[in-house]
């Protein structure tokens, strides 16, 4: 059986780019689900899958964010690996994806885990944005400020992996991957007829293709200051690229809980390496080579 993921809301679980991808289970939050069947549920994904990997925004509610600690301390589990991700939730849901298409490769639980932190990395995250005057996520100069009153401004803001902030229709584009990437887009609101992330970027960018989502996650209004955004997500679909990457990096044993991983700390029970066993904290080896235009 493939290692269970696990999204803390279902605007997160994204479908697959091409072939059959195991879905990721939904875990509820507190308001919306008792503590006893919430333990029930995770308890199931655990005698089913052996461990268990849950990602969600690092924005999430504190009580939500409680309430997955609690479910793991009541069942005593050290194979519940719980994974706060500083990146927008759309970015969330497709690394979420990623982890679901490498979930039944030969990759161990601890591995597996792991690999959230080092392919977070090559995810180029952002969106457009009618108004940057929330925005807390990156330093926004005081000219963007003041053109956010502005009648009928627009801003693109990359978060990730390097901040970028470009006024939209300046002729400015971010800077994009040099990897083969495939874009995930999710709007708040229907295509316009003329539209800057998949008219400008996408090209500019050389995406492999496409994915509009419906609807922009719930949770996208509140990480991004506003409720009128258009989200997207370039990032690397192909599961055997994947693979390669993390399986590319060395391996460590937990001092602790004895899994395997890769990077500098362990996923499910966060013990640092010890000092002389890694020589670098985890981060890109280096970029994948960009696939032909078309292919």
């Known amino acids: 059986m493939p290692i269970a993921i696990a999204?803390?809301?279902?605007?997160l679980v994204?479908?697959?780019?091409?072939?059959p991808v195991p879905t990721a289970a939904v875990l509820q939050p507190p308001e919306a689900q008792p503590l006893e069947d919430a333990v029930a549920?995770?308890?199931?994904?655990?005698?089913r899958c052996g461990h268990l990997v849950v990602l969600y925004p690092d924005s999430l509610a504190v009580a939500y964010v409680h309430r997955l600690h609690a479910v793991r301390s009541v069942l005593e589990s050290d194979r519940v690996a719980l994974l706060p991700v500083a990146l927008p939730p759309l970015s969330v849901g497709v690394l979420a994806?990623?982890?679901?298409?490498l979930s039944v490769s030969d990759l161990t639980p601890g591995v597996l885990a792991c690999a959230a932190r080092l392919l977070a990395h090559y995810i180029y995250a952002g969106a457009q944005l009618a108004s940057v005057a929330r925005l807390d996520r990156v330093d926004v100069g005081l000219g963007a400020h003041v053109a956010s009153l502005l009648p009928g401004a627009r801003f693109g803001v990359v978060v990730n992996p390097a901040p970028q902030v470009v006024r939209v229709g300046a002729g400015e584009l971010p800077a994009g991957p040099g990897f083969a990437t495939r874009m995930t887009v999710a709007r708040s609101r229907p295509r316009a007829t003329e539209d800057w992330?998949?008219?400008?970027?996408?090209?500019h960018w050389r995406v492999q293709g496409v994915q509009e989502i419906?609807?922009?996650?719930a949770e996208s209004r509140r990480w991004w200051g506003t409720p009128?955004?258009?989200e997207f997500a370039a990032a690397i679909p192909d599961p055997s690229v994947l693979y390669q990457l993390v399986a590319s990096v060395r391996r460590e044993e937990c001092h602790w809980c004895g899994l395997e991983l890769i990077g500098d700390r362990c996923g499910f029970c966060a013990a640092p390496v010890q000092r002389g066993e890694g020589d670098r904290a985890i981060g890109p080896p280096g970029a994948p080579e960009r696939a032909p235009a078309g292919r």
Do not use: C, H, K, N
């Not at 999204?7 to 605007?11: A, K, L």
């Not at 549920?41 to 005698?47: C, F, I, P, T, Y």
């Not at 992330?197 to 090209?203: E, L």
């Open 97 to 101: 994806r990623q982890l679901r298409q």
């Open 14 to 19: 994204l479908p697959p780019p091409g072939g």
């Open 214 to 217: 419906l609807p922009l996650p």
């Open 41 to 47: 549920q995770a308890g199931a994904l655990l005698e």
């Open 197 to 203: 992330v998949t008219d400008a970027v996408a090209p």
């Open 228 to 230: 009128r955004a258009v």
């Open 7 to 11: 999204v803390t809301s279902s605007d």
